[in-house]
T-cell receptor
Framework: GAVVSQHPSRVICKSGTSVKIECRSL??????MFWYRQFPKQSLMLMAT?????????EQGVEKDKFLINHASLTLSTLTVTSAHPEDSSFYIC?????????FGPGTRLTVT | GESVGLHLPTLSVQEGDNSIINCAYS??????FIWYKQESGKGPQFIID?????DKRQGQRVTVLLNKTVKHLSLQIAATQPGDSAVYFC????????????FGKGTLLTVNP
């Protein structure tokens, strides 16, 4: 149990376009999901906390208008990177909370050309 | 915010040896700590956790030690195997109702056959 999926696993997009990443909890309901970004050889950095039915809470320095988060149901949160630029290329990882634990998705590799 | 470097600390061990990975955490109010294993291109995988009212917890081949006095956490892996090769992160729950995790820098463990 406690499986989290992400789609797509890899995406390449052109500079200036937008890309949506989905995070799903497959076998449990998650009122809270988290979005992280990870650059090569670095740690996970929390971007925002996604709460079902309410606005996401963004960490300091993360642009909410650039990284749009929608948590429309108890099993789905989406992250949309708007007007992507090469510096947005990174590994994006979501997690879903069940009780006191966080379960992580497999990550999405975004490359902006 | 979290301070991260461009080069991960590394630990290289021989197959069958015991490994010890260390982590210094930052928030004395944190009351829940987790060790994660991350293989290349994948999301973090839960290994073991410990709460602040304990100083040691054992799992299968793994032991976590917590020293709250010096804010230090360690992960011991017994009889290390090639499949243990990965980056290991400690994470602390900074408390509050959001269950936000702050990740450490990570350590790259390489197991030589």
């Amino acid at each position: 149990g406690a499986v989290v999926s992400q789609h797509p696993s890899r995406v390449i997009c052109k500079s200036g376009t937008s890309v949506k990443i989905e995070c799903r909890s497959l076998d449990f309901q998650a009122t809270t999901m988290f979005w992280y970004r990870q650059f090569p050889k670095q740690s996970l950095m929390l971007m925002a906390t996604s709460n079902e039915g309410s606005k996401a809470t963004y960490e300091q320095g993360v642009e909410k208008d650039k990284f749009l988060i929608n948590h429309a149901s108890l099993t789905l949160s989406t992250l949309t990177v708007t007007s992507a630029h090469p510096e947005d290329s990174s590994f994006y990882i979501c997690s879903a909370r069940r009780r006191d634990e966080q379960y992580f998705g497999p990550g999405t590799r975004l490359t902006v050309t | 915010g979290e301070s991260v470097g461009l080069h991960l600390p590394t630990l290289s061990v021989q197959e069958g040896d015991n490994s010890i990975i260390n982590c210094a955490y930052s928030n004395s109010a944190s009351d829940y700590f987790i060790w994660y294993k991350q293989e290349s291109g994948k999301g973090p995988q839960f290994i073991i956790d410990i709460r602040s009212n304990m100083d040691k917890r054992q799992g299968q081949r793994v032991t976590v030690l917590l020293n709250k006095t010096v804010k230090h956490l360690s992960l011991q892996i017994a009889a290390t195997q090639p499949g243990d090769s990965a980056v290991y992160f400690c994470a602390e729950d900074s408390g509050g109702s959001n269950y936000k995790l702050t990740f450490g820098k990570g350590t790259l463990l390489t197991v030589n056959p």
